[in-house]
């Protein structure tokens, strides 16, 4: 009876003792999360504050096919007028080759100085949406008669992802 009640003591006090190990690992774990979570939003904070892209996803937005081309062809004037070009024409392509796989091109004639041309491809490359440039024509002011204004002709082809209907 005495080795019985010896090992239930035992046993008693190493499942408290397990126990409170399990509590301690616990409370160590949520307070490394909560510290996960906060690092986690200071550095989407950041990337936001950085880049000016916010934390949206790198397809195109849209319900339909048809919003996702708009939103594409937005993008593309929202950058040349952030780099100080002038977007003369733009055509989006919804039906092209990679369409089936949700691909929409986008084909923009923009006039635009030499120097601001680097920061616009920068632009359209690194931020979001994710956008890839195809194709990439530039000619001087010389070549279109036009040397005093410093601005060159410059026509790319960019392509974007939809997701889809959500």
């Known amino acids: 009876m005495a080795s019985y009640l010896g090992a239930v003591i035992v046993l008693s006090v190493s ?3 397990l126990v409170d190990d399990l509590m301690a690992r616990s409370d160590a774990n949520a307070v490394a999360q909560g510290q996960l979570e906060q690092l986690s939003s200071h550095f989407r904070v950041a990337v936001q504050q950085s880049t000016g892209i916010g934390t949206r996803l790198p397809f195109l937005d849209g319900r339909t096919v048809t919003i996702a081309g708009a939103s594409l062809q ?3 004037a929202v950058a040349v007028a952030n780099a100080g070009g002038v977007l003369v024409s733009s055509q989006v392509d919804l039906d ?3 369409a089936k796989d949700g691909f929409i091109g986008l084909t923009a004639s923009v006039e635009i100085g030499q120097p601001e041309a680097q920061s616009l491809l920068y632009d ?3 931020g979001m949406p994710l956008l890839i440039v195809d194709k990439l024509s530039m000619q001087s002011p010389e070549q279109f008669g036009e040397p005093e204004t410093g601005r060159m002709r410059m026509t790319v082809s960019l392509t974007g992802q939809w997701r889809g209907p959500q």
Request: no cysteine.
């Open 15 to 17: 499942s408290l003792w």
């Open 74 to 76: 937005e993008r593309m």
């Open 96 to 98: 092209g080759p990679e």
């Open 124 to 126: 359209l490359e690194a």
